[in-house]
């Protein structure tokens, strides 16, 4: 029979249960940078709890404490002690991170084990959970950025306009040299539909230096009254120049349904994407919805 020492076993325990709750409580709680203190010190509570029907279990044997059921009623227990859900709600979601934590933890122990042959390795399962569990993190600190700062931006040269998904990014400080207003900046692909079809050939085959030359500006007609060539600048990159018209409206889709509307506003365009996944087709900064006139009603994008 193999021996079992009740310090090892306690601190192993309580070292476990205690990372689990806490990688819990970052999930839960990923909106909040620190954890409070009070929060700690209820995970502590919690992991001691754990410690101690982990102890009568054992030196109880075979008794009904190692139960599926027992063990399912700890866990809710744990979680109530450590995070105190309010409603159903919360205590669904709470106990939800819990098991998904576990099941990481314990497949983490099982590889670990199965790779090394001890059991004794818990810091090698604390990288592995920690690796996976900070993955989690990003993907819904990334979702609740994009919820946060994502606009509909709506763009027209002429007659027509269309509506697109815009990202605010707080690190545009474009501005045109001319009238000093911010620029924004799309993907050529998401507004080619309303520029004429001489205007995206020129686009997509000429260098931004030559969108000048005289060749060119008269191949433009009346859109040459619109280029603006914007100076830029970024980290780790050389500067250059983006190629921009002058929108007849821009239109900013807030939160509450109501539109900001800004006429004769400098919009650049991209032939990159903006977004690998697509999530978003337009850039502008934090000062272009400072500006502007605010209207009661927006037309939504088209589906």
């Known amino acids: 029979m193999q021996a079992v020492y009740i310090d090892v076993l306690i601190m192993e325990n309580f070292i476990m249960d205690y990372f689990i709750l806490y990688m819990t409580s970052k999930i839960l709680y990923y909106k909040k940078a620190i954890r409070p203190r009070r929060m700690l010190l209820r995970i502590g509570l919690s992991s001691s709890v754990g410690v101690i029907y982990t102890v009568i279990s054992v030196l109880l044997l075979h008794s009904a404490l190692s139960l599926f059921l ?11 002690v450590a995070f ?13 991170c819990f098991y998904g934590v ?46 946060k700062w994502s606009v509909d931006l709506y763009i027209q040269f002429e007659d027509e306009g269309v509506w697109i998904p815009a990202l605010v990014d707080s690190g545009n400080e474009l501005k045109d040299p001319c009238s000093g207003q911010p620029v924004l900046v799309v993907e050529l692909g998401a507004v080619a539909s309303i520029l ?19 060749e060119i500006v008269e191949r433009m007609d009346t859109w040459a009254t619109k280029l603006r060539l914007i100076p830029f600048a970024s980290l780790g990159c050389k500067s250059g120049l983006l190629v921009g018209f002058r929108a007849a409206v821009v239109r900013i889709r807030t939160d509450d349904g109501k539109c900001i509307e800004q006429h004769n506003r400098t919009v650049c365009l991209c032939a990159q994407t903006l977004s690998a996944e697509g999530l978003y087709k337009g850039l502008l900064g934090q000062e272009t919805l400072l500006d502007g006139t ?6 939504a994008i088209p589906a």
């Open 70 to 80: 027992f063990k399912a009623i700890l866990s809710l227990v744990m979680v109530y």
């Open 84 to 96: 105190y859900p309010k409603n159903l709600h919360q205590i669904l979601k709470s106990a939800g």
């Open 102 to 147: 576990t099941l990481l933890s314990g497949g983490a122990a099982m590889v670990v084990v199965g790779e090394t042959g001890s059991g004794h390795y818990l810091f090698l399962v604390f990288a592995i959970v920690t690796v996976v569990g900070d993955s989690i993190l990003k993907s819904l600190r990334q979702h609740r950025t994009m919820e």
């Open 196 to 214: 004429p079809a001489h205007i995206v050939t020129l686009l997509e085959n000429t260098e931004e230096e030559a969108l000048f030359s005289r």
């Open 294 to 299: 605010k209207q009661e009603e927006c037309r």
